[in-house]
C-alpha cells in the first residue's frame, strides 16, 4: 500500500508533507476527488479522524493525522537524510523551530486571515493583537536570520519546510510587500527556500499578495 494523503486541494499543511516527501524520495499520493465538506464527513474518514480534518495520511501500519506529525513520520522514512539533523542538539533545535513556526507564526497569522476572511466575527482589538504578536515572531526570526542561512545546520531541515509552508500562507494571501519589508532577512531566506527546487515542484510560482482583504462588511 502506497502512502495516501486525504485532502482537497493542497494547502499548506499539505505542502509540508509533500515537500518532506520530495526530499526524502517517497511517493504521497493525494486522494482524487475529495471534497471539503463531504469526502471529510463520512464514517470512514471520522474513523481515521474523528475531528473531520485534513490532511489525514494512510500508511501500512496505520493511520496519521496532524500535519506535522504526518511531516515528522515522512521525514523519518528515510534515515539517510538529513530533515532531523546529524545530532541530538540538531534534533532539538529542529523541534523548537517547529513549534515557533506553529505557534509563534502560524497561530496568529491563522487569527489574523480569519477575521478578514470573515471566518471569526471581526474585532479590531483581535486584529490588532494577532499582527503585533505575528511582527514580534518575525522580528525574532529576523534577527536570527541575519546569521544563518538555514534554521538549523546547513542544509535544509523538516524546520525550515514547516516554517516556509506556514509563512507562504501569509505571503500568498496576508502579508503584504509593505509589511515584509520590516523583516528583510525573513524575506531573503522565504524566497531563497521557496525557489529551492524541491520547494518550488510542490507549490509552483507564487506571487506575494498586493492588499490585505478588506474587513467584512457584515461587521
Same mark, same amino acid.
Given at each position: 500500500?502506497?502512502?495516501?494523503?486525504?485532502?482537497?486541494?493542497?494547502?499548506?499543511?499539505?505542502?509540508?508533507?509533500?515537500?518532506?516527501?520530495?526530499?526524502?524520495?517517497?511517493?504521497?499520493?493525494?486522494?482524487?476527488?475529495?471534497?471539503?465538506?463531504?469526502?471529510?464527513?463520512?464514517?470512514?474518514f471520522?474513523?481515521?479522524?474523528?475531528?473531520?480534518?485534513?490532511?489525514?495520511?494512510?500508511?501500512?501500519?496505520?493511520?496519521?493525522?496532524?500535519?506535522? +506529525?504526518?511531516?515528522?513520520?515522512?521525514?523519518? &522514512?528515510? !534515515?539517510? /537524510?538529513? %530533515?532531523? =539533523?546529524?545530532?541530538?542538539?540538531?534534533?532539538?533545535?529542529?523541534?523548537?523551530?517547529?513549534?515557533?513556526?506553529?505557534?509563534?507564526?502560524?497561530?496568529?497569522?491563522?487569527?489574523?486571515?480569519?477575521?478578514?476572511?470573515?471566518?471569526?466575527n471581526?474585532?479590531?482589538?483581535?486584529?490588532?493583537?494577532?499582527?503585533?504578536?505575528?511582527?514580534? +515572531?518575525?522580528?525574532?526570526?529576523?534577527?536570527? &536570520?541575519? !546569521?544563518? /542561512?538555514? %534554521?538549523? =545546520?546547513?542544509?535544509?531541515?523538516?524546520?525550515?519546510?514547516?516554517?516556509?509552508?506556514?509563512?507562504?500562507?501569509?505571503?500568498?494571501?496576508?502579508?503584504?510587500?509593505?509589511?515584509?519589508?520590516?523583516?528583510?532577512?525573513?524575506?531573503?531566506?522565504?524566497?531563497?527556500?521557496?525557489?529551492q527546487?524541491?520547494?518550488?515542484?510542490?507549490?509552483?510560482?507564487?506571487?506575494?499578495?498586493?492588499?490585505?482583504?478588506?474587513?467584512? /462588511?457584515?461587521?
Amino acid at each position: 500500500m502506497a502512502l495516501i494523503m486525504h485532502v482537497g486541494k493542497p494547502n499548506k499543511n499539505a505542502l509540508k508533507v509533500l515537500i518532506a516527501a520530495a526530499y526524502v524520495g517517497v511517493e504521497v499520493k493525494c486522494t482524487e476527488n475529495f471534497e471539503m465538506g463531504v469526502s471529510n464527513k463520512t464514517p470512514d474518514f471520522l474513523k481515521m479522524n474523528p475531528l473531520g480534518k485534513v490532511p489525514v495520511l494512510e500508511t501500512p501500519d496505520g493511520v496519521i493525522f496532524e500535519s506535522n +506529525a504526518i511531516a515528522r513520520y515522512v521525514a523519518r &522514512l528515510k !534515515t539517510d /537524510t538529513c %530533515l532531523f =539533523g546529524s545530532s541530538p542538539i540538531e534534533y532539538g533545535q529542529i523541534e523548537q523551530w517547529i513549534d515557533f513556526a506553529s505557534l509563534e507564526i502560524d497561530l496568529n497569522l491563522l487569527a489574523w486571515l480569519r477575521l478578514r476572511l470573515g471566518l471569526d466575527n471581526y474585532v479590531s482589538l483581535i486584529e490588532e493583537a494577532s499582527i503585533a504578536a505575528l511582527k514580534r +515572531a518575525l522580528s525574532a526570526l529576523n534577527t536570527y &536570520l541575519a !546569521t544563518h /542561512t538555514f %534554521l538549523v =545546520g546547513d542544509g535544509v531541515t523538516l524546520a525550515d519546510i514547516i516554517m516556509i509552508c506556514n509563512l507562504y500562507a501569509g505571503f500568498r494571501i496576508m502579508m503584504t510587500k509593505t509589511f515584509t519589508s520590516e523583516f528583510p532577512n525573513v524575506e531573503r531566506y522565504f524566497w531563497a527556500m521557496i525557489n529551492q527546487p524541491n520547494f518550488s515542484k510542490i507549490i509552483g510560482e507564487l506571487k506575494q499578495t498586493e492588499v490585505v482583504p478588506p474587513i467584512p /462588511t457584515s461587521h
